[in-house]
T-cell receptor, first 115, second 108 residues
Framework: GAVVSQHPSRVICKSGTSVKIECRSLDFQATTMFWYRQFPKKSLMLMATSNEGSKATYEQGVEKDKFLINHASLTLSTLTVTSAHPEDSSFYIC???????????FGPGTRLTVT | GQSLEQPSEVTAVEGAIVQINCTYQTSGFYGLSWYQQHDGGAPTFLSYNALDGLEETGRFSSFLSRSDSYGYLLLQELQMKDSASYFCAVIDGNKLVFGAGTILRVKS
C-alpha cells in the first residue's frame, strides 16, 4: 500500500509555456500533499504544502503565481508551472501523507526541461 | 533558521558497517527520519525516531539523541545496492526539512 504516482515522468517544453504535473495517491486518501524541487546532487527543497479543498501554503521565496497548486480531491494534487523559463528546469517530486502519520510517501518525480 | 548537517560523501566496502551522522538545528522538532534515494529515483522511507535511542530495522538502524540534536543512520553488511544518497529529515509539524544528503559509495 501507500503508492504515489506522478505524471508525466519527463516533460520538455518551450520557454513561455505552462506545464501541469499530476500527483496521485493510488491506494490511500492523502490528507496532505507536498511539492518539492530538487536540483542535481542536491537536497529536496519544499515548495508548498497542500490540503484537500484549501489553498496551498507556500514556502518563503516560492512564487505562488508561478507555481499553481490545486488539491481538488483526497487523491489528486496538481502543480502547474506557468510561463516556464529555463531556470525552472528541475526535478519536481510530490509526496503524500495519511491522516495522523508522520511518514511521507514520495512519487517517482517529474523531470522538467525548459528549452 | 533551520539547518541539518550531514557528511557529503562516504565510501565503504561491501560487507562493512557505515554510520552517517546528522546534526540539526530547527525551530520545531517532532522526530528525525531517514530517506534513501537512488539516482533519478524517488526518496524512500527508511526509519523514524521520535524518542532517544536506537531503532533497528533489518540491516539498517537509526539513533537519536534529542539533548544533543544528533542522530545517525547505521548500515550493516553493506551491499552494492546500498549505493545511494541518504537524507536525514526533521519532522517539523507536518513538514519535513531535509539535510543536504550523503552520497554513499559501496565498493567491491
Amino acid at each position: 500500500g501507500a503508492v504515489v504516482s506522478q505524471h508525466p515522468s519527463r516533460v520538455i517544453c518551450k520557454s513561455g509555456t505552462s506545464v501541469k504535473i499530476e500527483c496521485r495517491s493510488l491506494d490511500f486518501q492523502a490528507t496532505t500533499m507536498f511539492w518539492y524541487r530538487q536540483f542535481p546532487k542536491k537536497s529536496l527543497m519544499l515548495m508548498a504544502t497542500s490540503n484537500e479543498g484549501s489553498k496551498a501554503t507556500y514556502e518563503q521565496g516560492v512564487e505562488k503565481d508561478k507555481f499553481l497548486i490545486n488539491h481538488a480531491s483526497l487523491t489528486l494534487s496538481t502543480l502547474t508551472v506557468t510561463s516556464a523559463h529555463p531556470e525552472d528546469s528541475s526535478f519536481y517530486i510530490c509526496s503524500a501523507t495519511r491522516e495522523s502519520s508522520y511518514e511521507q510517501y514520495f512519487g517517482p518525480g517529474t523531470r522538467l526541461t525548459v528549452t | 533558521g533551520q539547518s541539518l548537517e550531514q557528511p557529503s560523501e562516504v565510501t565503504a566496502v561491501e560487507g562493512a558497517i557505515v554510520q552517517i551522522n546528522c546534526t540539526y538545528q530547527t525551530s520545531g522538532f517532532y522526530g528525525l527520519s531517514w530517506y534513501q534515494q537512488h539516482d533519478g529515483g524517488a526518496p524512500t522511507f527508511l526509519s523514524y525516531n521520535a524518542l532517544d535511542g536506537l531503532e533497528e530495522t533489518g540491516r539498517f538502524s537509526s539513533f537519536l539523541s534529542r539533548s544533543d540534536s544528533y542522530g545517525y543512520l547505521l548500515l550493516q553488511e553493506l551491499q552494492m545496492k546500498d549505493s545511494a544518497s541518504y537524507f536525514c529529515a526533521v519532522i517539523d509539524g507536518n513538514k519535513l526539512v531535509f539535510g543536504a544528503g550523503t552520497i554513499l559509495r559501496v565498493k567491491s
